[in-house]
């Protein structure tokens, strides 16, 4: 066998591979991101989503934030404007999160309607960048 | 003076524009008047950007508050240090900073080849200018840095404390340096195919920029992970964050040119592929910028989402077009020499190692874009996360990590079994004896025993080379050893330094096969209270809670959770993690809070403990300790890595002529010389 054929026949075994191991990663480990409204959607025509992990994208809305530091549990509400979701997360939040980021909690939507987050990333529009004001503070881009 | 930079950068604009149109037809009408203007230009444009630069940096300096940028991303009462490394904290510096490396890395490259190569440099300073029109394009157009505001603001909203990091002063220049140094080769490369100068005269005038390209990618990706793992808090240094995968593709392609690159030079094949990844790689930094800054994917690193995205996927649309174009037009003339012979060889491995790397890049490259490709072809947005990169990459990994092992083994065209056998004998032994003792202690992980196994049969293949070489050059000069070993990696600094790169990715793999023994515990703990931590070693960590001070300090009101620290009964220090409230000059508090995490670190260990909060009132404080098992070796590999780059583009004893084909080579400087 030429050897240009054996590579050939190598590198499709490879690719092969790592072909079927995407396709399964993403079947086992891929998660759907959802907004809130596009949640509210899925679940009320197919009641299965509420067996599925999946991430939701949201606005935290303001002052609706309280936190146990003893229990170490967080709960707020989450937003994209038309429907909202009270979310409860355990564990540790990032500096970054307060009222009015953007945020994307990944966890499962409970029978009785709210959120049960595992995992509770924010970001915030101002992170690296913002628009200075004339009374020289610092604000949130208006977005 | 921001008067001048705006004008410097709009003079900028039209001599880059001119340059790119002269440059060309200098290329086309081989008329030395046009080339030489068009190469003039390059250096104007580049006088033309220092004099901007400056402008920006003289405004920062002074505190001029109506600059918008000014007021952004500076405060009075920033240390110096951050308000100098705030030139490229926001996108609008970071443009202008590009546009300075770039016509940076384009007037060496025109200096350095002065009277070579000269059919291509008209080209190579038309390619040049072209990117800096479009650099300089979007700053005029879209994101002035010079942009002022209607009213002066009596200080600036001050920088983000997560970038007032030393790791945040150092990582983003040298990431751009890697990203925009790529445009030198990319400009060869186009010079090279529109010329029809096909030979290996233009590989030699770009291999070493893309060493260095390489170079400052390596540094940069790896000062990007010291600071987010000592920074940001979430204990560890790699989330398969899109930011993080967009510097981390091109530099999986620049690694694959940079061994394949190699065939070329030696035996003549693989001349359309070669292009094709100089070509790619300059797409890929490209695209990293345009990921990052469009919006398309969400990421943490949320940068603004600005009409800068769509400016660089006109670009890289432009420039995809014209690379591949240009690639397909010259198709027939750039056909191999000669056939491969035996998979069983230098270029057998080595295809295989370029083969694993791009299926590396071509997998991260789907998993970052695949909540954008779901979304179009199944309406619904998906996303993959860490377990996803890591499930695909692991093995991948370790297969490269095996061929990184198997080529320097064995001889080019094709290895005799006495070949194999002779050099294969001492590293096979190495990686058999550590996969024994590490299954005779019962190591839990299998992937990270496969992985120390093949990271000793690297370490195995190196040494060898390293001793094999001196032992001969000892024998045939009559050398001391020291002295011997010194010449031989003086003498053949691309070879030695590459097998010293080898180490460096060793050292990296051996502390990635070290996150399989992460440990992460969090506690509520009130002053004087203990908690005990098992290490993967089986030592117990005793850790007190001393208590939560609060103090004010430089810009900052600090809350500081203290604790002491013992390892097995034995006391190896106080730590300190804090919670960081930043206050602008009249001490009202900006941004939101950040956090200082504590480390103790040695080469076997760290413990990472972050004060997360206090219990309202209290000196009752949340922790979360994490034990990460051989990170110091992420940084010391970086380093190594670094050293092994550094070595090998060291100038000197290797011009063209030493570079110059060999047909071919068999394995080993012993059977050389021997």
Redesign the interface.
Known sequence: MR??T??II??AL??G??GY??A???K???????TPT?LATKISTDHSFYNVGI?M?ARVVKGSITRD??T?TITFRATDGTHTYPVIYH??A???F?DEV?V?VEGRLQPDGTFRATTL?A????????????????TM?AT | MTDIGNVALWITFFVALWASVVGFLAGRTHRPELARSAERSIFVMWGLLVIAAVALMRALLTHDFNVEYVAAYTSRNLPVFYTWSAFYAGQKGSLLLWALVVSTFGSVALLVNRGKYRELTPYVAGTIAIVVVFFVATMVFASNPFERLGFTPPDGRGLNPQLQNPGMVFHPPMLYLGYTSISVPFAFAVAALLSGRLDTGWLHAIRRWTLVSWLFLSCGIVLGMWWAYVELGWGGYWAWDPVENASFLPWLTMTAFLHSVMIQEKRGMLKKWNIGLVVGSFLLSIFGTFLTRSGVISSVHSFSQSNVGWFFLVFLVLAAVLGFGLLAWRWPMLQAEVKLESLVSREGSFLFNNLILIVIAFSVFWGTLFPVISEALRGTKVTVGPPFFNLVNVPLGLMLLLLTGIGPLIAWRRASPENLRRQFLWPVTALLVTAASLAAIRMSDWWSVVAYALGAFVVGTVVQEFVRGTLARHRLHGEMYPLAFVRLVGRNRRRYGGYVVHLGMVMLFAAFAGLAFKRETEVTLKPGQSVDVKSPYGWTYHITHQGVSQYEQLNRYVTAATVDVLRNGKYIGTMRSEKRQHLDSLGRPTFEPSTAVAIHSDAREDLYVVFAGAVEGTEEAVFRITINPLVWWVWYGGFVLALGGLITLWPGAQGPTAASRRRAEPAGYVAQVA
């Open positions: 050897a240009r054996k590579f190598g590198g490879v690719v591979t790592v191991l995407m399964s990663g993403i086992e480990t891929g998660v759907y991101y959802l596009e991430k994208g530091v003893a170490q564990g540790l990032p500096d970054t307060t953007d994307v990333l970001k915030c529009g101002s992170r690296y960048e913002a628009v200075p004001r004339p009374n020289g503070q610092g881009p």
